[in-house]
């Protein structure tokens, strides 16, 4: 069996877990082992029936009123009774903040590691060989897992599509998981001022970079980002002279994303900034620069300026809106 992690705050789902089911879906196809989510919720969950609409083999609640506020310790005293009543092969995640803060705690319930951020994979007769990016991308390392089972793997947003899983019906199980005294107490989540913006939700993104030359022109993509529907976002050096705000930071340090339209606006394609849009379905990049990196990963390119493409963009998707 593989058990899958669904992440959500107060039974709104984090998206990055149907992309967690759809890698656990193609990898049970492959292996000939079913497939189980597992929801922690700590009273009545109403995102049970939607999770159930997926070609699964069962939801699994995992119930304690500790759980109804996440904490590492609540979620790994949950995730270990699940795993030791139901005995998987592999528990796989979405490698979002929270699975990184408690993820490697389960593991090493179990004696075992965590293979992080992962990918792809590769089915070698049924063994399964893991790659993960390392030194920020600029290497991919193969990762296999030995000894007894289970095994955690966590996927990089982007590395499956949740679009992708397979619809069904799957039976709901609820079951009363034991959780011991919690060592921390949660506070209030920290929330600036203005509402951050969650671009990993994105499916269309509009990026600048240092070719926007000044503050004033972003508003140039903006118009951009307009017609299409799109979300704003940067590279970090936009962000760190403060031209637009941080949450807005795509990189190694700001966001991964992984729309279905990425435009990349003047941004010549840095490592850092590459792996955290890389998994973009459709690349789209506008550089002066012939040689810039990222026209090494773009679907679409055009090379020249970007205040005479993007006007030209924009009045042609007008057109095209009728």
Same mark, same amino acid.
């Given at each position: 069996m593989i058990l899958v992690f #669904?992440?959500?705050? %107060?039974?709104?789902?984090?998206? +990055?877990?149907?992309?967690? #089911? +759809?890698?656990?879906? +193609?990898?049970?196809?492959?292996l000939g082992l079913q497939v189980a989510a597992v929801i922690p919720c700590g009273g009545e969950c109403s995102l049970s029936n %939607? /999770?159930? *609409?997926?070609?699964?083999?069962?939801? #699994?609640?995992?119930?304690?009123?500790?759980?109804g506020t996440y904490t590492p310790d609540g979620y790994t005293d949950a995730f270990a009774d699940i795993i030791r009543k139901e005995n998987p092969k592999y528990? /796989? =995640?979405?490698?979002?903040? $929270?699975?990184?803060?408690?993820?490697?705690?389960?593991?090493?319930?179990?004696?075992?590691?965590?293979?992080?951020?992962?990918?792809?994979?590769?089915?070698?007769?049924?063994?399964? +060989?893991?790659?993960?990016?390392? &030194?920020?991308?600029?290497?991919?390392?193969?990762?296999t897992v030995g000894g007894d089972a289970p095994y955690f793997v966590t996927f990089q947003s982007g590395a499956f599509r949740g679009d992708n899983a397979a619809k069904g019906s799957a039976a709901v199980e609820n079951v009363e998981v034991s959780v011991n005294d919690l060592? =921390?107490?949660?506070?209030?989540? &920290? $929330?600036?001022?203005?509402?951050?913006?969650?671009? *990993?939700? *994105?499916?269309?993104?509009?990026?600048?970079?240092?070719g926007i030359k000044s503050q004033e022109n972003i508003g140039v993509a903006q118009q951009l980002a307009d017609v299409l529907g799109a979300d704003l976002a940067a590279s970090r050096p936009i962000c760190d002279n403060e031209w637009l705000p941080i949450d807005r930071q795509i990189g190694s340090s700001?966001?991964?994303?992984?729309?279905?339209?990425?435009?990349?606006?003047? /941004?010549?394609?840095? #490592?850092?900034?590459?792996?955290? =849009?890389?998994?973009?379905?459709?690349?789209?990049?506008?550089?002066?620069?012939?040689?810039?990196? /990222?026209?090494?990963?773009?679907?679409y390119g055009i090379v020249g300026d970007l205040f005479e493409a993007v006007p030209t963009m924009i009045e042609e998707i007008k057109k095209a809106k009728g």
């Open positions: #669904i992440e959500h705050k %107060d039974c709104v789902l984090n998206k +990055t877990s149907l992309e967690a #089911i +759809t890698a656990a879906q +193609t990898i049970g196809k492959e %939607d /999770i159930a *609409s997926y070609d699964i083999a069962k939801v #699994i609640v995992a119930k304690n009123e500790k759980l528990v /796989i =995640m979405a490698h979002t903040y $929270q699975v990184r803060d408690f993820a490697p705690k389960l593991a090493a319930r179990f004696g075992k590691e965590v293979v992080g951020d992962v990918i792809r994979y590769k089915n070698d007769g049924g063994k399964l +060989t893991f790659t993960r990016r390392i &030194f920020l991308g600029k290497l991919d390392a193969d990762f060592r =921390m107490k949660p506070e209030t989540p &920290f $929330q600036e001022a203005k509402a951050s913006v969650d671009l *990993s939700k *994105s499916e269309i993104i509009v990026a600048v970079g240092r700001g966001q991964t994303v992984a729309p279905k339209v990425y435009i990349a606006l003047g /941004i010549s394609g840095a #490592i850092q900034h590459i792996v955290g =849009m890389k998994n973009a379905s459709t690349i789209i990049a506008v550089n002066k620069d012939s040689e810039a990196p /990222i026209f090494d990963i773009a679907d």
